[in-house]
């Protein structure tokens, strides 16, 4: 059973980076996809990138100029930073092991990032 | 404006079945399956169906998926209190290389 522990900073001041961070227990990195998601206030959920287990990455392109998202084997560990944030950001952000077409079957218990003045 | 098309919202009593909607394309339904994401109020989504109606471990056996061709449908029988929430369909979309979803549809327990 995999469990994903987010971590970092709730509140991000506008131009400044938002870093997160999602530890994965009882389950290897091995062979799947790690996923990022948001949800705005009221809005559905969007799809912010992933990484693979071998390091390489893919973006929406609506956000590819500002995201990155990385993976620490090692530490059980992927990472997500977008930077030169705005209000626009201010979301719930989530975590996720994503099995592709087949969707994503654990999730984060996500994290509120407000974006501020 | 979401890729996926479903209906804003659905309702029932305790006991029916219910059915929701989702409508795509050809660079998404039209090849890839679909997958149907439960979202309780305040809580993460969890995957209730995948590859258009396998469910996961777990998941009663009154959630159940179907599609054709760039269409499909979550039914929800024997309704009940707990499965008030938001429900929201995913395919893999072939230009992003990665998932897009509905809408979602707040479903109603009257």
């Known amino acids: 059973q995999a469990q994903l522990q987010q971590s970092g900073p709730g509140l991000v001041k506008a131009s400044e980076t938002l870093s997160l961070t999602c530890t994965v227990s009882?389950?290897?990195?091995?062979?799947?996809?790690w996923s990022w998601f948001r949800q705005s206030p009221g809005k559905g959920l969007e799809w912010i990138g992933y990484?693979?287990?071998?390091?390489?990455?893919n973006y929406n392109p609506s956000l590819k100029s500002r995201v990155s998202i990385s993976i620490d084997t090692s530490k059980s560990q992927f990472s997500l930073k977008l930077n030169s944030v705005t209000a626009a950001d201010t979301a719930m952000y989530y975590c996720?092991?994503?099995?592709?077409?087949?969707?994503?079957?654990?999730w984060g218990q996500g994290t509120t990032v407000i974006v501020s003045a | 404006q979401s890729v996926l098309t479903q209906p804003p919202s659905a309702s029932g009593t305790p006991g029916q079945r219910v059915t929701i909607s989702c409508s795509g394309s050809?660079?998404?339904?039209?090849?890839?399956?679909v997958n149907w994401y439960q979202q309780l109020p305040g809580t993460a989504p969890k995957l209730l169906i995948y590859?258009?109606?396998q469910r996961p471990s777990g998941v009663p056996a009154r959630f159940s998926g179907s599609k054709s061709g760039t269409s499909a449908s979550l039914a929800i029988s024997g309704l009940q209190s707990e499965d008030e929430g938001d429900y929201y369909c995913?395919?893999?979309?072939?230009?992003?290389?990665?998932?897009?979803f509905g809408g979602g549809t707040k479903l109603t327990v009257l």
């Open positions: 590859s258009d109606n």
């Open positions: 009882g389950v290897s990195l091995r062979s799947y996809y």
């Open positions: 050809s660079s998404n339904m039209g090849i890839y399956t």
């Open positions: 995913s395919a893999w979309e072939d230009s992003l290389d990665g998932p897009v």
């Open positions: 996720s092991r994503d099995r592709g077409n087949w969707g994503s079957d654990y």
């Open positions: 990484v693979y287990y071998s390091g390489s990455a």
